[in-house]
């Protein structure tokens, strides 16, 4: 989920909020190659940007794999390096969540993703041969945590916490934030949001989902749904911004990680909603890779979450499904 499908209501109210004497402020800021918004209301009046920024600089020494410093580079160049403890919590997760959606989620997938011209290398002319020897250092199941150390059955396996990490900052930002007596604030990462609380107007937070577009090259202003965020996480994946034609053929930048080909199917954008966003980003992201009938069959299985699919009918028209319990959030 390396681009932004969600519409930030009221930001530029939150930004005006800030240049006035009120205890509503505004940071703003980049991390793992995207943009950060943070509002919150400070019992003091006192800004944490530089605090935030600070936690920030930890989070991207643990899981960026541009920094050849970080936590996730020294496991992926096979070097000794001690995992720290949101590392751990990252990663015990992230396997949980693949053993649920059976693989669809997995952070082995990077060498794939970067393979198809969707990462920071430059695509390759993918064969059958190359997508075989990607599958060989593919698998969730290939690697295990041993005595604190990342176990590989191939050495040339390299992890990537891209889809799961933006949403577990947020969370950390927010229990940050929390920690310092706010009780109401928005984090947003990359698309991935979490909420707690009111807005300065004494309103409950409100996302937007954006309309799928791909004739869009920015993020279009239209709004398919407007979502409520009391106390919840929210994100959002999708395949109709991020993606390429060779050949006259469409490649969406969502690889399946069991066939190491883009997927090929209906499902246009997965909207998670949970009690924390590291779930939330993870889930949306392996939605993507299952399709709509399969996705719909997982949801329904796990009770924590909630869902909102976008897809498009034979007719190639833009149809919605949603958990019922989502239906409570949606905004007039």
């Known amino acids: ?31 793992y190659g995207t943009i950060y918004h943070i509002v919150y209301e400070s019992p003091d009046g006192k800004d944490f940007h530089s605090a935030i920024d600070l936690k920030l600089a ?26 720290n403890e949101i590392f751990l919590e990252c990663y015990n997760r992230a396997m949980e969540i ?43 199941n290939k690697i ?55 807005n300065e107007k004494g309103r409950v937070w409100t996302i937007g989902i954006s309309k799928p577009d791909e004739t ?19 994100a959002t994946s999708g395949n109709y911004r991020n993606f390429y034609i060779e050949g006259g053929k469409k490649f969406a930048h969502t690889i399946d990680p069991k066939t190491g080909y ?3 199917h209906s499902l246009l954008s997965t909207t998670v909603l949970a009690a924390n966003c590291m779930d939330a980003d993870a889930f949306a992201t392996a939605f993507m890779v299952l ?11 796990i009770p924590e979450i909630k869902v909102y699919f976008l897809y498009a009918d034979a007719d190639g028209a833009i149809q919605v499904y949603m958990s019922d319990d989502f239906k409570e959030h949606l905004a007039e």
């Open 262 to 264: 883009p997927v090929q």
């Open 216 to 234: 869009a090259f920015f993020a279009s202003n239209d709004i398919q749904a407007k979502v409520q965020l009391p106390e919840n996480a929210l």
């Open 58 to 83: 930890e989070y991207n020494q643990t899981f960026s794999t541009f920094d050849s410093s970080s936590v996730i580079s020294k496991v992926n160049e096979n070097k000794p390096v001690e995992l």
């Open 98 to 140: 693949s053993t649920i959606t059976h693989g669809a989620f997995d952070i082995t997938a990077g060498p794939m993703v970067n393979a198809w011209g969707f990462g920071p290398e430059e695509r390759r002319k993918m064969t059958p041969e190359i997508i075989d020897d990607l599958k060989e250092i593919t698998g969730y």
């Open 1 to 31: 989920m390396n681009f932004r499908l969600l519409l930030i209501l009221f930001l530029g109210l939150s930004i005006q909020a800030c240049r006035q004497p009120a205890k509503y402020i505004y940071n703003e800021g980049a991390i």
């Open 144 to 198: 295990q945590l041993k005595d604190g150390t990342i176990v590989k059955e191939n050495p040339r396996m390299k992890l990537d916490m891209s889809a799961i990490a933006k949403g577990y900052t947020c969370d950390l930002v927010g229990d940050f934030l929390a920690a310092k007596g706010c009780e109401n604030y928005m984090v947003e990462i990359g698309g991935e949001v979490v909420a707690r609380g009111k």
């Open 291 to 301: 399709g709509l009938e399969k996705s719909i069959e997982i949801a329904r299985s």
